[in-house]
Nanobody
Framework: QVQLVESGGGLVQAGGSLRLSCASSGRTLSIYSMAWFRQAPGKEREFVAAISWSGRTTDYADSVKGRFTISRDNAKNTVYLQMNGLRPEDTAVYYC???????????????????WGQGTQVTVSS
């Protein structure tokens, strides 16, 4: 497993922006596809965005497409989620995850991810 730590969450007004970061202090992330998921109170965890190990391929949930951008800097061992045009319905705990297998394409299935961060709270006020 990979130890993941998210940061960058907070409180923002609707229409604002935040950038989440996910870093590993141990093993390299560069060989793993990565993803962001979120879970709102009383709801199931849902897929947000994913990026292949190379960074060449990305995938987004329809609800965030055009507003969120996932990226990675393998030299810094960090994955990012740039969130623009935030809405109250984006309020949730956001988790980053590393795929269980190496050198795979992006996936939306949470079962494909073996390492998870502790989560960071994002709250969007109306």
């Amino acid at each position: 497993q990979v130890q993941l730590v998210e940061s960058g969450g907070g409180l923002v007004q609707a229409g604002g922006s935040l950038r989440l970061s996910c870093a590993s202090s141990g093993r390299t992330l560069s060989i793993y596809s990565m993803a962001w998921f979120r879970q709102a109170p009383g709801k199931e965890r849902e897929f947000v965005a994913a990026i292949s190990w190379s960074g060449r391929t990305t995938d987004y949930a329809d609800s965030v497409k055009g507003r969120f951008t996932i990226s990675r800097d393998n030299a810094k061992n960090t994955v990012y989620l740039q969130m623009n045009g935030l809405r109250p319905e984006d309020t949730a705990v956001y988790y980053c995850a590393a795929a269980s297998l190496v050198y795979t394409g992006p996936t939306r299935k949470s079962a494909d991810f073996g390492s998870w961060g502790q989560g960071t709270q994002v709250t969007v006020s109306s």
